[in-house]
């Protein structure tokens, strides 16, 4: 028998036999490489990336996050009367408000002339 | 060697039209003078700066519009329009307008996206080493601030025009059934 031969049973091991223990670490890490670039990936596709204030840089704007007050909406079930709608428009009323009343991405905040980049007069 | 002369022509003709496209496409562009240049660079960190506040400040707005707006869709229109169908009662139109405004929402939330992609590609871009490129971004990235603005006003007309359809509906309601 050679040195570094492995025989078990009568039967002679092969390379990746010998080294299966190694080769298991190996593929381990390997297959968490890919699933954490994977998951990377559908982090920045799936628009998750743009809700996580907790990005670097993002910090100063975390704190001013609007508190998570629970909105409990309008109940699923129940009858349809002069009721329920009244209380459903009172609901909506405010909720759309809230919404419409924030002129959000507008403005001039990106002019040329409000970023200093426009071109000089002569 | 007839093929071979073939297969060069054509791709020399396909290298030369894209050459061509490009050069007509930097014509359409009114070139940058050297003084528009300097600026950029001069105040190349301060624009920056300016950028990245708005960046951070964006972020934080789409978080707080994102959540009323998903709010609008799944706790109120979402559960009306739930309640007219168990009732059996006309909810077509409740259906149509949410739908639209589903679609709007992912709109938003695509515009938005690209919006945040292109402003970080802005910030990456070094305005001493490459002012006419950074410029190109902030032209791009702004476009992009505009579009997402526009789905945000298209989104306001649908909950407004929501809102207008239960009004509706409450009259009619109303007269009918005394």
């Given at each position: 028998m050679n040195e570094g031969e492995h025989i078990i049973g009568g039967?002679?091991?092969?390379?990746?036999?010998?080294?299966?223990?190694?080769?298991?670490?190996?593929?381990?890490?390997?297959?968490?490489?890919?699933?954490?670039?994977?998951?990377?990936?559908?982090?920045?596709?799936s628009g998750a990336a743009q809700l996580d204030l907790s990005r670097p840089g993002y910090e100063q704007v975390a704190d001013k996050k609007a508190p998570s007050t629970v909105f409990e909406g309008f109940p699923t079930v129940g009858p349809i009367n002069k009721q329920t709608l009244k209380e459903f428009q009172a609901l909506y009323t405010k909720r759309a408000d809230q919404a419409t009343k924030v002129d959000s991405f507008g403005?001039?905040?990106m002019n040329d002339a409000t970023l200093s980049i426009d071109a000089p007069t002569e | 060697m007839k093929r071979f002369l073939?297969?060069?022509?054509?791709?020399v003709a396909l290298v030369g039209s894209v050459g061509l496209g490009g050069v007509v496409f930097a014509q359409?562009?009114?070139p940058m003078t050297e003084a528009h240049i300097a600026r950029i660079r001069a105040n190349c960190n301060d624009t920056k700066s300016t950028l990245q506040q708005l960046h951070?400040?964006?972020?934080?707005?789409r978080v707080n519009r994102g959540q009323i707006y998903e709010s609008i869709a799944t706790k109120l229109m979402?559960?009306?329009?739930?309640?007219?169908v168990l009732n059996r009662l006309d909810s077509e139109p409740f259906l149509n307008i949410a739908d639209e405004y589903e679609q709007q929402l992912q709109a938003f939330r695509l515009q938005y996206q690209?919006?945040?992609?292109?402003?970080?590609?802005?910030?990456?871009?070094n305005c001493v080493n490459q002012p006419v490129a950074f410029y190109d971004s902030v032209v791009d990235t702004?476009?992009?601030?505009q579009l997402t603005h526009e789905a945000t006003i298209k989104l306001h007309s649908i909950i407004e025009k929501y809102g207008l359809e239960v009004k509706n509906f409450s009259d009619k309601f109303e007269t009918s059934k005394p």
């Open positions: 039967e002679k091991l092969s390379l990746l036999q010998q080294h299966r223990f190694l080769l298991l670490i190996l593929g381990s890490v390997v297959i968490a490489i890919l699933l954490t670039a994977v998951s990377l990936k559908l982090y920045a596709s403005g001039d905040v | 073939i297969m060069i022509s054509i791709a359409e562009q009114a951070a400040t964006d972020a934080g707005l979402a559960p009306l329009n739930g309640r007219l690209q919006y945040d992609e292109a402003m970080s590609a802005t910030l990456r871009i702004r476009t992009k601030r």
